[in-house]
């Protein structure tokens, strides 16, 4: 059965599995919820897996700016895992558009700030008055965006949106603990509190969709479980 994904995104799912990055199985997460799948960003160290990762989000990105118009001067990456990512994409989107090598900068921001030298949060272009796209892994919670978003307005920069590598799709989890109440993502809840659009390479059910050309029924049937489980409102 051919999956009905875009090139970019199939390429991306058979990279991460090929390289250990996107797993199935048995994991806890944070949560303590009992996933059946896990995607480790951390893990794209090699030549390989970086130039896979930077192409996906670069053809995401374009992908956004075709379709809703996404706009923006900088890319922005979190501290830790987002640091790379920030400057691959960017060495990547002018690579596959030469319009963007002198009109696209990335950036990051420091863990604790720099009290001497240059000073201050941010490494890279500074940030007062740009478009800023936040790029990065996962968004779990949500706190560590948050934080990414409180630095960047503080710098006087524009946060346009966030494009994470995948999309969950679950619902956070309950106060009381009883995951059987529907309920917001993360991702979702972001999109309303800051009013900007976020985007992934990868959502679940593209992940299942991949899956349906190689995977056991067995996989199929505990992923589509936990989908149907844990899957949040928006």
């Known amino acids: 059965?051919?999956?009905?994904?875009?090139?970019?995104?199939?390429?991306?799912?058979?990279?991460?599995?090929?390289?250990?990055?996107?797993?199935?199985?048995?994991?806890?997460?944070?949560?303590?919820?009992?996933?059946?799948?896990?995607?480790?960003?951390?893990?794209?160290?090699?030549?390989?897996?970086?130039?896979?990762?930077?192409?996906?989000?670069?053809?995401?990105?374009?992908?956004?700016?075709?379709?809703?118009?996404?706009?923006?001067?900088?890319?922005f990456g979190p501290a830790y895992k987002g640091i790379p990512l920030s400057y691959g994409i960017t060495i990547?989107?002018?690579?596959?558009?030469?319009?963007?090598?002198?009109?696209?900068?990335?950036?990051?921001?420091?863990?604790?700030?720099?009290?001497?030298?240059?000073?201050?949060?941010?490494?890279?272009?500074?940030?007062?008055?740009k478009r800023v796209l936040i790029v990065d892994d996962v968004i779990t919670a949500g706190t560590a965006k948050r934080e990414a978003i409180e630095k960047i307005q503080k710098e006087g920069g524009i946060v346009v949106g966030i494009v994470v590598a995948v999309d969950r799709m679950e619902k956070l989890p309950a106060a009381d603990g009883d995951d059987s109440k529907p309920g917001p993502s993360a991702i979702g809840e972001l999109r309303k509190e800051y009013g900007i659009p976020i985007f992934s390479i990868i959502n679940l059910d593209d992940i299942i969709e991949a899956m349906k050309s190689y995977a056991s029924p067995e996989d199929l049937k505990r992923i589509e479980e936990y989908r149907q489980k844990y899957k949040a409102t928006d």
């Open 1 to 75: 059965m051919a999956s009905q994904l875009p090139a970019y995104k199939q390429d991306f799912i058979q990279a991460s599995i090929s390289g250990g990055t996107l797993k199935f199985g048995t994991f806890e997460l944070k949560s303590k919820r009992i996933s059946p799948y896990f995607f480790n960003a951390g893990l794209f160290h090699t030549a390989r897996l970086a130039g896979a990762i930077t192409t996906a989000f670069a053809k995401t990105i374009i992908a956004a700016k075709q379709d809703s118009g996404l706009e923006f001067d900088i890319v």
């Open 92 to 129: 990547k989107l002018g690579e596959l558009d030469e319009s963007n090598l002198d009109s696209l900068s990335s950036s990051f921001d420091r863990k604790e700030a720099k009290d001497h030298g240059e000073g201050g949060n941010i490494v890279g272009a500074p940030l007062k008055g």
